[in-house]
Every structure is written in structure tokens, then in C-alpha cells.
């Protein structure tokens, strides 16, 4: 009965969340005008597209590893696959932590202990969080630390509270847990050992190419599709730009898959290179690639378990 209520429930949140991706497309104001040719356009975001919807895959990968060093023990890749890319869908949701809640419930019905998913979930969140924060520092740090600092004198300063408040939150409920949880540090001491470090050192290669992908789609949207000039130099400020506009989106509270946050993060970083109008629409654009990568991901899901992952 408990595995119907959780099936069911999981029915009602993948349908929302569909009319919630809805809204967003419909809500989108393409300006078509900048585009000279449409049909190489729509080759471009096709092809991106599904380039994203490897992302997914691989993101899935990574919290695969995460979930096998919790349990001590190795989980077939279908079963992630499975309970990630279909709980992906659920951060188009109000609240943006609909994706958290919908792997914790897709995971029990697997036997997983709900601490446990919990745990991996705050350890994908701080290692995503510091890898978001590294690559523009790695990448363009001189030249995007300008940019950011033209961008700060124009953001409201509200947002920038709202976002730090979300990190003390994050960090806090991290801290209640493991004092709450005695046991905690018993269960998970193997957190302190060498194996953990190279995990670490895993998942910041894997989430650092699941965030540079996407910055790099949206080069490519700058350059290929509205004829943008871009050079080695831009081209690292632009993933750079991307990352911070991801990790802002990602812990901004209320913003379902960072829609708006992440568009007017890139805006106020990139207009002092491109156009204001330009920047909007290649943000638009790498919108639309994200959320038809999300649905790809989504749609092939059931496919590659039963015919590449069985």
C-alpha cells in the first residue's frame, strides 16, 4: 500500500511539474529577429539539447557514487538512472527542492534508508556549490572578477541577502543534523578516510563537466546562432558567468529550476561585452535547451534502461 501511495504521488508530481514546464515555454518572448537563419538555429538547439541530456546522465553518475560510498556497497547504474532523471523533472516545481523530495521518495521504494539520501543529497549540494565557485576562478578570474564586480553595483542588494541566507540555511541544517543524529558520525566515519578525498576529487571532474557543457552551449549559442563575435578570452568569462548563474539559481529559494535568476545573473555579467537584447536571447535560448534536454533525459529514460542498461 505504502509503494502504491508513493507511486501515485510520484505520478502527481511529474504531471505538474510538465505543466509548470509548460508556463515557462509559454512565458518565454523569443525575438526571433536576431536569429538570421532559423533552421541552422533549430539543428543548433536540437544538437545541444541532447548534449544536455547527456549531462543528466552523467550528473546521475556522479550521485550514483555518492549514494555507493554511503552504502558501502555498489548499486546498479539503471536504478539511479531511474530514480534521477525522473525525480530531474520535479525542479520546474514551485520551491525549487521538488527534485530532492522526489528522489527521496523514488529511492524508498528501492530500499534505500531515507538519512542516507538525505546525507547525499547535502554532499552533491556543497560539492556542486564549491565547484560552481571554483571554475570562474580557475577559468577567467582577473578579467570576470571585473565583471562581477560591474554586475554587484547593479543587482539589488536583496538578492544578494536572500542568497546568503540560503547558504547559512544550508549550512545549518547541515550542522543540526549531524549533532542531531548521534549515530551519525558512527554510521558515516568512513567520510574521514583517503577514499573519501578521492571521491571528492571525482565529483568535482564530473560536476565541473556538467557545468562547463552548458557554458559552453552557451557560447556556442552566442556565436553560432546570433553571429556573435567570441573570442578564447569571452569565451571563458561566458562559462564562468554560466557557473555563478547556476549555483545562484541552483540555492535561490522559490526559483523552480533557477527560471529568472539565472537569466538576469548572466544579463548583468555579459551586457558590459554584448548587447543587452543579444544577452537576453541567448539566455532564452540556453533556457530552452536545458528544459528540452531535462524532457529528452526524461523521455529516453525508460528506453536505455530496458534496451542499453538491462
Request: charged residues 15%; glycine residues 4%.
Amino acid at each position: 500500500m505504502r509503494n502504491k501511495i508513493i507511486k501515485y504521488i510520484g505520478y502527481i508530481i511529474t504531471i505538474v511539474a510538465f505543466i509548470f514546464i509548460g508556463k515557462s515555454f509559454l512565458s518565454m518572448n523569443l525575438d526571433v529577429k536576431y536569429i538570421k537563419n532559423p533552421f541552422s538555429a533549430i539543428i543548433f538547439v536540437i544538437l545541444m539539447s541532447i548534449g544536455y541530456a547527456v549531462t543528466v546522465y552523467i550528473s546521475s553518475y556522479a550521485w550514483k557514487s555518492i549514494l555507493e560510498f554511503i552504502n558501502k556497497d555498489s548499486i546498479p547504474f539503471k536504478d539511479i538512472t531511474g530514480v534521477y532523471v525522473k525525480s530531474n523533472i520535479a525542479k520546474y516545481l514551485p520551491g525549487n527542492v521538488m527534485h530532492f523530495a522526489g528522489r527521496n521518495l523514488l529511492a524508498s521504494r528501492l530500499g534505500f534508508k531515507q538519512l542516507d539520501i538525505t546525507f547525499c543529497t547535502i554532499l552533491e549540494i556543497v560539492v556542486l556549490i564549491f565547484t560552481a565557485v571554483i571554475i570562474p576562478l580557475i577559468f577567467a578570474m582577473r578579467i570576470f572578477r571585473n565583471s562581477l564586480e560591474y554586475a554587484l553595483l547593479k543587482v539589488n542588494h536583496n538578492i544578494i541577502w536572500v542568497v546568503l541566507t540560503a547558504l547559512a540555511i544550508l549550512v545549518l541544517l547541515a550542522i543540526w543534523i549531524i549533532c542531531k543524529k548521534k549515530q551519525l558520525l558512527k554510521n558515516y566515519s568512513h567520510i574521514f578516510t583517503k577514499k573519501f578525498l578521492i571521491l571528492l576529487c571525482k565529483l568535482f571532474f564530473i560536476y565541473s563537466i556538467t557545468l562547463i557543457i552548458p557554458g559552453i552551449f552557451l557560447m556556442l549559442s552566442l556565436k553560432f546562432i546570433l553571429h556573435c563575435n567570441v573570442s578564447l578570452n569571452m569565451t571563458m568569462i561566458i562559462i564562468s558567468s554560466y557557473t555563478i548563474s547556476w549555483v545562484l539559481g541552483f540555492i535561490a529559494p522559490g526559483a523552480p529550476g533557477g527560471i529568472g535568476i539565472r537569466e538576469t545573473i548572466l544579463l548583468l555579467i555579459l551586457t558590459p561585452f554584448y548587447t543587452n537584447s543579444v544577452v537576453l536571447m541567448a539566455t532564452i535560448i540556453l533556457r530552452v535547451i536545458s528544459v528540452l534536454g531535462d524532457l529528452i533525459a526524461f523521455f529516453l529514460e525508460p528506453v536505455i534502461e530496458s534496451k542499453v542498461l538491462s
